[in-house]
């Protein structure tokens, strides 16, 4: 797509995406730009009924949810996982770009909420993604029914590690990985969540940072990694 505003139709919001994605080396076809448009189109519209994002946030959406959830194509580019499970995704985030941005994974994505996820069907079915499961169910539920499956887990503003970690490692693989998004300051979260790590046979990696544009807060992801054998 061209990115130079006079040449074409390109609106801000499109003009400020690409500039972001060119930012942090993310790179798209055509394609998935226009399904990032109808995402955008239709989180716009049912935000209306709904509570899918601030409205502080719906003004910049492509950089406060878009650009944010795909902070870590680079690293899954690196990983190439088949499997990927995003647990309290709400309005998509930030398993949703993601799967747009790498449309081989197959994505779950995961909400207690009803109409979260009858948003998130909406847009599948006009989209025709293939390879994306929608559940609506409680994330306690899931370690039943869905053990070990998947290569990578995501969340993003959902709980405190020490909540998240006990929900989330029991879905990974051996060797698979836990992307949490966070920011702030960390310390006391990480500190707290040691004893639930060892539990769960899981180590934090790396912590990394990123600086968004025009958005304050730096954003943390922290790479939480589940060991291979148990130790
Ligand atoms: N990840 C999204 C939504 C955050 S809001 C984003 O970053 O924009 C938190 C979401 O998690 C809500 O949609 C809520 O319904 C869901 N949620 C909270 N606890 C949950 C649980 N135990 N199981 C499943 N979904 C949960």
Same mark, same amino acid.
């Given at each position: 797509m061209d990115v130079s505003r006079e040449t074409s139709a390109v609106s801000d919001w499109q003009y400020s995406f690409l500039e972001g994605l060119r930012s942090f080396n993310i790179e798209l076809e055509e394609e998935q730009l226009r399904q990032f448009q109808h995402y955008h189109q239709l989180l716009v519209a049912w935000n209306r009924r709904i509570n899918l994002v601030s409205r502080k946030d719906a003004t910049r959406l492509e950089i406060a949810h878009f650009l944010d959830s795909l902070l870590i194509v680079p690293e899954l580019q690196r990983r190439r996982p088949q499997t990927l499970i995003d647990v309290g995704t709400g309005g998509g985030f930030p398993g949703l770009p993601l799967k747009l941005a790498l449309p081989e994974m197959n994505t779950t994505l995961v909400d207690a909420s009803r109409k979260k996820t009858l948003f998130l069907r909406h847009f599948i079915?006009? +989209?025709q993604l293939a390879g994306v499961t929608i559940l609506n169910i409680r994330a306690e539920a899931l370690a039943q029914s869905h053990a070990g499956q998947f290569q990578v887990g995501v969340a993003r503003a959902v709980a405190a590690l020490e909540t998240l970690i006990p929900l989330m490692l029991p879905l990974l693989r051996p060797g698979g990985i836990f992307f949490a998004y966070k920011g702030g300051d960390l310390k006391n979260e990480i500190d707290a969540s040691k004893p639930v790590l060892a539990q769960y046979h899981a180590s934090l990696e +790396?912590?990394? +940072?990123? #600086?968004?544009?025009?958005?304050? #807060?730096?954003r943390k992801i922290l790479v939480i990694c589940k060991h291979s054998e148990e130790k």
């Open positions: 079915r006009e +989209t +790396t912590v990394h +940072t990123f #600086k968004l544009p025009g958005i304050q #807060k730096e």
